[in-house]
């Protein structure tokens, strides 16, 4: 399966993240490309994040990645533990 990424000024990297910060019993989770996060939870995973990809067919399109645009703006969310 093949990767593109869209870019509106000219040629350059894009990079996916995730990254998760732990602070007393917050989690906050921000993230960007096609990258996932789970968390485990008495036996159980739940994905925290949804993918920035469009799907079509055999070919995936980042919608969102560091690097895409001149501002980078990752989706967080904040979970109590």
């Known amino acids: 399966m093949k990767i593109f990424t869209k870019r509106k000024h000219g040629l350059g990297i894009?990079?996916?993240l995730a990254a998760a910060l732990f602070r007393g019993r917050m989690l906050a989770v921000l993230w960007a490309g096609?990258?996932?996060l789970y968390q485990l939870c008495k036996g159980h995973l739940e994905?925290?994040?949804r993918n920035h990809?469009?799907?079509r067919k055999e070919l995936l399109v980042l919608t969102k990645a560091v690097g895409m645009d001149n501002r980078f703006t990752p989706?967080?969310?904040?979970?109590a533990l």
């Open 75 to 79: 989706d967080i969310i904040e979970n």
């Open 47 to 49: 994905q925290l994040t």
């Open 14 to 16: 894009t990079l996916v």
């Open 34 to 36: 096609d990258s996932r």
């Open 53 to 55: 990809v469009f799907d």
